[in-house]
């Protein structure tokens, strides 16, 4: 099978290439054409997953699909953008048809939850690597940066943090669990829903904002340093599935939820006054601290004690990881 015809058979006509909404004119010109509402701006941002670095050695091609295309419209979510349409830059070692079907089914699958398109690409040989870059719009000035939080706002979670993590040594094969609870974690893992609808509703309440990706530390640690603030963590409060603590018990699930990665959960600082409302709208969303005077990320215990942490998250060109 030529590349053209690959493009064609299996991207050009999956149904997440449908022409929609934003998109005034997708796969097989030399760009992508894209309409911006009046008064909007553009939100983009690119991620690259490597074999053997994000994925482990011959994933499934369906579910590796999936949860590229969610971590990077998480990106989306974080900033309370609306996703209009996304590129798929795709390396192949070869051309599989069963392969492909699969992916294809799977990009299919997550577009149709984030109701993104699929508008262009590109398509090489080589040891397998994605790079998408998702297109999404937001209203000008409303967008939620990681500036801006304020002293005295509410550190909040998008909801249970971990078990992402805890899928790892599931997802390399290193640990195996009951199907109960391998089916739960690696399901987080394999598709982490982007929180969009979220990050809509946090438009012009939170602060700041961004998705955990690296862990709660690390992520944390970016927010606090664009927004010149502390933020104080208080271990207690971290929510933490009971299907995590059942696996890793208390101290892991905490460590877990606090410095791996792979949640995709949106972080945000809220001032006090919008929390009762949004959480009678049943938003998922969990106060773990606040924001005071001062740098850095502070893990507390009950007493508001500060606690030692490990400060790590993953770093592709760090000495720790
Ligand atoms: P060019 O040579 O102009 O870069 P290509 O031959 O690479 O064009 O691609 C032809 C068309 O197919 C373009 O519209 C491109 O965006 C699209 N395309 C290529 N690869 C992919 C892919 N993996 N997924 C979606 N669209 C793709
Ligand atoms: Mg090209």
């Known amino acids: 099978m030529g590349e053209f015809e690959l493009i064609r058979h ?5 149904s997440c290439a449908r022409a929609g ?36 050695e011959s994933p499934d091609p369906f ?18 953008a609306t996703p209009i349409g996304f590129t798929l830059a795709l390396t192949l070692p070869s051309a599989e048809p069963d392969w492909l079907a699969a992916f294809a089914r799977g990009l299919d699958w997550m577009a149709q939850q984030c109701a993104i398109r699929l508008i262009g690409g590109d398509t090489t040989r080589g040891p397998l690597s994605l790079t998408l870059t998702v297109f999404g719009r937001v209203p000008a000035g409303q967008a939620l940066t990681r500036a801006g ?22 997802v390399l094969g290193q ?11 690696l399901a987080r893992y394999w598709s982490p829903l982007p929180q969009l609808d979220l990050g809509l509703a946090l438009r012009g309440k939170a602060t700041a904002a ?8 690390a992520d944390c640690g970016h927010l606090a340093a664009a927004s010149g603030v502390a933020l104080l963590i208080e271990q207690e409060r971290l929510p ?39 959480q009678a709208a049943g938003w998922p969303l969990r106060v773990i601290g606040r924001v005071e005077a001062g740098q850095g990320v502070h893990l507390l215990d009950a007493d508001g004690t500060p606690i030692q942490s490990p400060q790590s998250g993953y770093q592709h060109f760090g000495t720790s990881s």
């Open 10 to 14: 299996y991207f050009a006509a999956a």
């Open 21 to 56: 909404e934003g998109v005034a004119l997708g796969i097989g010109d030399d760009c992508a054409l894209l309409a911006l509402p009046a008064g909007e701006q553009l939100a983009i941002s690119t991620d690259s997953l490597v074999v053997g670095v994000h994925f482990p």
């Open 63 to 80: 579910l590796l699909a999936q949860r590229a295309l969610a971590v990077s419209v998480s990106d989306l979510a974080a900033m309370g």
């Open 149 to 170: 939080a304020q002293v005295g706002d509410l550190l909040c979670v998008g909801g249970e943090l971990g078990d992402g993590a805890g899928a790892l040594p599931l």
């Open 175 to 185: 640990r195996q669990a009951e199907p109960a609870v391998a089916e739960a974690l």
């Open 210 to 217: 961004l998705d955990i990706s690296d862990g709660l530390l």
């Open 240 to 278: 933490l599935s009971t299907v995590l603590q059942a696996w890793l018990g208390l101290d892991a699930a905490r460590q877990a939820a606090l410095s791996g990665g792979d949640d995709y959960r949106l972080a945000f600082t809220l001032p006090p006054q919008h929390l009762a409302q949004l």
